[in-house]
């Protein structure tokens, strides 16, 4: 269910009434910082400079809750900064450039730390056996739960721009607001249901406020005892340097390199959305019938030929079929991510460590996707170049994935 409430968050700020919006209202290069930026290349440096935070405050967080065991606490506590970030948004207008961006970061910030804690649940509750099935659940209620709320934000969207109501930015502002208050609304299911997180039988060895730090690095020292996890890890670096960075400029690349209107480009990423519920079973059930590995590793090459298809697109309609393609392997890669990470986990009470180093793969990944991506934008003036950096990331995912193979039954023989 928190899947349910903090996806609205991912859809309808992250990848589309939010980019299109900001498209609509901030000019083709603004001035920072003494020079003159692409609005694109803006845009994709301040998601990149909002994970950089949360991937120096998750080792922070981590070691706190693992050792007072409150995940809860800050899991309520990111959620609560998120959705409140989401409903200020409503004073973001073209005069308020610098509010906007610096609300979507904080919005950004808020999400991504309460997934820190989110997913260290996931072995607490559910055995090995079901966390596949658990994982791809938890996305597919997102999928549907934001897919519904986002129906409902496009409905007052289309409706003031084809009766001509003249209700001006409102509706795409007032979206915003909505999205805090499903987020925040909904997560109270999770927050009286979920149980109290287990806290850590050992004693910090260091100020908790800097242990988190030590802890991922004595993560990353134990790593050469797993070496199928390091290996995994290695790949699930790379290919998510690509998904990551494709989920959160994929709406500016179809505004500003195929020209769609903010209706289309809202429709193009419903598409997505409600393919993906369809995908997230799929690679599951696909999963069940072969291993994990085989199932990442069909996804990562599915998505090497949506950077080729992608680059040679020109029209709306090539970009709806790009949709449907996205769709399908991106609730796929997601979930089965993170349940084969929480599978090759060691025995463990300090799940959180270990999601944290996890987190901060994925963090620092697409800080370095985005900041890439915004970089070759800008010194080719356009992002179909961007696109080609990004499928160097599949393939280099792919290779090093090859090179992970478990023992058991969820993976190569």
């Known amino acids: ?22 498209t609509s209202v ?9 020079r003159m930026v692409d609005r694109d290349a803006l845009a994709s440096y301040a998601i990149s400079f909002s994970f950089l935070l949360i991937a120096i405050l998750s080792p922070i967080l981590s070691s706190i809750a ?9 899991m309520r506590f990111f959620c609560y900064l998120g959705s409140l970030a989401c409903i200020l948004m409503v004073f973001f207008t073209s005069s308020s450039i610098g509010l906007g961006l610096t609300l979507s970061i904080v919005a950004a910030v808020g999400y991504c730390g309460s997934i820190v804690f989110y997913n260290a649940y996931l072995p607490e509750i559910a055995a090995e056996e079901d966390q596949d099935r658990v994982s791809a ?28 109501l003249g209700w001006g930015s409102w509706p795409a502002r007032l979206s915003f607001v909505s999205v805090g208050l499903w987020w925040a609304g909904f997560a109270q299911v999770t927050f009286n249901v979920l149980p109290a997180s287990k806290s850590s039988e050992q004693h910090p060895e260091h100020s908790i406020l800097v242990n988190g730090f030590y802890e991922l690095k004595k993560v990353w020292n134990q790593l050469k005892n797993y070496p199928l996890l390091k290996r995994y890890l290695l790949s699930f670096f790379f290919y998510n ?57 069909v996804a990562i090459s599915g998505w090497i030929f949506i950077c080729i298809f992608a680059y040679f697109t020109t029209t709306p309609m090539q970009f709806y079929a ?14 089965m991510s993170r349940s084969t990470y929480s599978k ?26 985005t900041l890439s991506f915004g970089f070759a934008s800008e010194i080719s ?16 995912g792919f290779v090093l994935l090859m090179f992970v193979k478990m023992k058991h039954k969820l993976a190569f023989a």
């Open 1 to 22: 269910m928190y899947d349910w409430a903090n996806s609205t968050y991912s859809l309808v700020i992250a990848s589309t009434i939010f980019p299109a919006y900001y």
């Open 26 to 34: 901030v000019p083709r290069h603004v001035s920072l910082f003494g």
């Open 66 to 74: 693992d050792y007072k065991g409150n995940k809860k606490a800050f």
């Open 137 to 164: 659940k938890g996305y597919a209620l997102g999928y549907i739960g934001s897919v519904i709320l986002m129906v409902g934000c496009l409905v007052a969207i289309i409706l003031n721009d084809e009766l001509q």
């Open 241 to 297: 340097m690509g998904v990551q960075t494709v989920m959160y400029m994929a709406t500016y690349f179809a505004a500003d390199e195929i020209k769609m209107k903010s209706t289309q480009l809202i429709a193009t990423i419903l598409i997505i959305q409600l393919v993906a519920i369809f995908g997230a079973y799929l690679f599951s059930v696909l999963s069940k019938a072969t291993n994990n590995i085989f199932t990442i590793a």
């Open 322 to 335: 790009l949709a449907f393609c996205v769709g399908l392997v991106m609730g796929g890669i997601q979930s």
């Open 344 to 369: 090759l986990l060691p025995e463990t009470t300090d799940t959180a460590s270990y999601f944290s180093f996890y987190d901060v793969c994925d963090k620092i990944g697409t800080v370095l996707g």
């Open 381 to 396: 003036h356009g992002m179909r170049n961007s696109v080609l950096a990004l499928m160097a990331y599949f393939i280099i």
